[in-house]
């Protein structure tokens, strides 16, 4: 009797604790990957994007490692969707170049040719002007899609109702790298539950007996 | 947002004048002065000779224009360019083979010096030229200012500051120092003059008309300097910073005799023909290679890379 009796409050508390221990597994499984913890929106980044190519380090010393190469690209206006673009920007994301090219290559997508000029372009821009030494050796770091200028038109309807169609632009961003892609490390369902099953048995009851 | 389409079309357009509109758009013409000319829509009943004229090219307008007796005055595009430095180095100075290499005690050594002093008549009347226009100039004391405007103008380029290298540098030169190296990191160092520069060759070119003159001096300079240049990463691209190297150079200092605010400035260098090839860059560069065709295999080709031909050329 004593056991069913289960008060609001203590519903409340129990609904307090799962998203404690949520949050914790969140916060936790970030803190591995790297780049996910830092919140970098579209928004922020693609308004600078050309003028991240002119910013000059200090030369290195001879101890230090050397700094990989990067090359940022843009193509502004494009007339796709940006979320049809996403597709594509995520597709390639991470891998090498030459995999890359021969994705998009080969993908039926209108966004996919112009994803394969703009990396051709930022792969020659990469030689040419800094100073990357052989073109093979460029991963792509980061690709993403932004919403562009969207032109608005009138659609007609029936009964002299109307809408107004937008006809939508994206802009496509992409990072290059010199080197060789990072591994991402490819977590299985049963290491995620092994994780909470840990977290679990770590928790220490303080006050206790 | 499906709402009547009367009312957003009259919304959307814009308010117009029913009677007058304006139709600069409407003609060809291009009237020297803006005309705003007003056109009818209702019903005239003279219509005017010159309103039914349509498609008429330009030159058939401007003649009955002409005719008519409007005068268009003629209209000058002036814009007064300010040439302070010639485009090349005039009649370059042929720097002996083996300059630094052979003694001068040697037969070959005497038989450069011979040719020198051929060559140096010419550069005599040019020293008098330039002292007329110049009286501060002078053979012994010219060397030393030039080298100093060379380390000065090197040390500009070092640190990118475009006014003084602008006032070091002819705006020939300029160019030619500073491209492609925006986005680098140079260090260079003078360490020190293993010979003292010399004069070695001077003329005294006009440009366009004949009395405006050029002085273009030919200064031979032999020293230790260090180079070394970082691309945008700051990794090393050429040189080294701690290793001096033995560097002889022809460089040519211009001056606008005529200006009297002129100043004797760096125009260029000369790359004499049998000058060593210099030092590759650290990365692998492609050479692009002939096209194959589907059958060939490159190996088989035996496929000579061009080198290229040594000629004397000014930077």
Known sequence: MAASVVTWAGLAAIGRACGHIRSRLLGSSSTLSQVSCLHTSTELNSKHWERKNLIVYPPQQKDEPCRSAEIYHCRR????????????????????????LTQLEFNDKKGAKIIKEVLLEAQDMAVRNHNVEYKSNLYIAESFSAKGKYLKRIRYHGRG????????????????VEGVPPKVE??????Q??????????????HSL | MATSICRTLKYLQPTTCQNIKCAVSLLDVRLPQPVLVPIRT?????????????????SEQEDKARAAGVVVRQQYIERAINIACTAGIFDPYVPPEGDARLSTLSKEGLKQRTEQLRQS??????YRKIKDHDPEFSTKGFPALAQQIFIDAHAALTQFNKEKLHSLVTERCYPEMVRGNRYKTLRWRFIES???????????????????LYGQVTLRMHSKQTLAIYDRFGRLMLGDEDEPRDVLEYLVLE???????GRWRLHGKIVPAWAPPKDPIIKTLIIPGPKLKPGEDFEDLNYQVPKPKAVQWSK
């Open chain 2, 255 to 261: 001056r606008h005799l005529v200006n009297p605010y």
């Open chain 2, 194 to 212: 293993l010979e003292p520069p010399r004069v070695v060759h001077a003329r005294c070119p006009d440009m366009i008309s004949k009395g405006n």
């Open chain 1, 193 to 206: 539950a092994k994780e909470y099953v840990e977290q679990l048995r770590n928790r220490t009851i303080i």
């Open chain 1, 186 to 191: 490819q977590k299985t369902g049963f290491d």
């Open chain 1, 161 to 176: 109702m109307f809408g107004i169609m937008d006809k939508v632009h994206c802009h496509y961003f992409v990072k290059l």
């Open chain 2, 121 to 126: 008549a010419a550069s005599q009347l040019a």
């Open chain 1, 77 to 100: 206006q494009i007339k796709y969707s940006k979320d049809k673009m996403w597709y594509l920007a995520k597709l390639i994301k991470g891998m090498t170049i030459d995999q890359a």
């Open chain 2, 42 to 58: 209702k019903k005239r009943y003279f219509i005017p000779p010159a309103v039914n004229v349509k498609q008429k090219t330009q």
